[in-house]
């Protein structure tokens, strides 16, 4: 079975400092998707990513995928209370035409002003 | 945009009731899910569909089962609701050409039995 580990699971801030969220597994992904959900809504994509070592930003927001796609991180730069959500990585699994995605636990971000 | 509609945002249902859940999306997406969300475990997999009247089993789908006779629409249904099915039900379809295809989610049904 394959897992995903998301840590922390819970991160309290105050506006201006930076943060990382992990997400890690023993399993291969062919890529990783991080999604971005606010109450009483649904997730939202915020990226994916799918080359080994592949970098994106969204801003103030850096996405890294593991050399060996089996890790990702999430780096925000100077948090804004905007930022606060509950952050899902989900990594690609099963043949092309399921488009299954394990998801990790979660991680519950809020920044302060 | 890609519109992914849920038919109640919240149900309160007695143990024992069989419960429907309706998901409809408006952009032709092959593959449609159903998860349920506990706080500290993520997003579960319960059933997902491929094709219309196709549906696999996800990992926990044990007291649901599903229908997807047309292409737009998939069900959820809870055969005899219990009270350990209490919980945050989300939708989401996404295309089939790819792996990595986005799933688009809609606002979920926090689903209440009593």
């Known amino acids: 079975t394959q897992l995903l580990e998301q840590s922390p699971q819970f991160l309290s801030i105050q506006e201006g400092e930076n943060l990382t969220v992990y997400c890690n597994s023993s399993s291969v992904f062919s890529s990783l998707q991080w999604y971005r959900q606010e109450p009483g809504e649904g997730p939202v994509l915020l990226v994916t990513?799918?080359?080994?070592?592949e970098v994106k930003k969204l801003k103030r927001l850096t996405f890294q995928f593991g050399d060996a796609r089996k890790d990702s991180s999430l780096h925000i730069t100077a948090a804004q209370p905007g930022d606060t959500g509950l952050y899902l990585c989900?990594?690609?699994?099963?043949?092309?035409?399921?488009?299954?995605?394990?998801f990790g636990q979660g991680t519950t971000l809020q920044v302060k002003p | 945009d890609v519109k992914v509609t849920q038919s109640s945002r919240y149900l309160v249902k007695r143990t024992g009731e069989k419960v429907f859940l309706e998901c409809v999306q408006d952009m032709d997406h092959e593959n449609m899910f159903w998860y349920r969300q506990d706080p500290g475990l993520g997003l579960r997999l319960i059933y997902f569909?491929?094709?219309?009247?196709?549906?696999e089993k996800g990992d926990i789908p044990e007291g649901y089962s599903v229908s997807r006779e047309k292409k737009e629409r998939f069900s959820l249904i809870l055969e005899s609701a219990s009270t350990n099915q209490t919980s945050m039900y989300l939708c989401a379809s996404s295309f089939v050409h790819s792996i990595n295809q986005p799933q688009h989610f809609g606002d979920g049904t926090r689903l209440s039995i009593l």
């Open positions: 569909s491929y094709d219309v009247k196709m549906k």
């Open positions: 990513v799918v080359t080994g070592g």
């Open positions: 989900a990594g690609g699994v099963g043949s092309s035409n399921t488009g299954k995605l394990i």
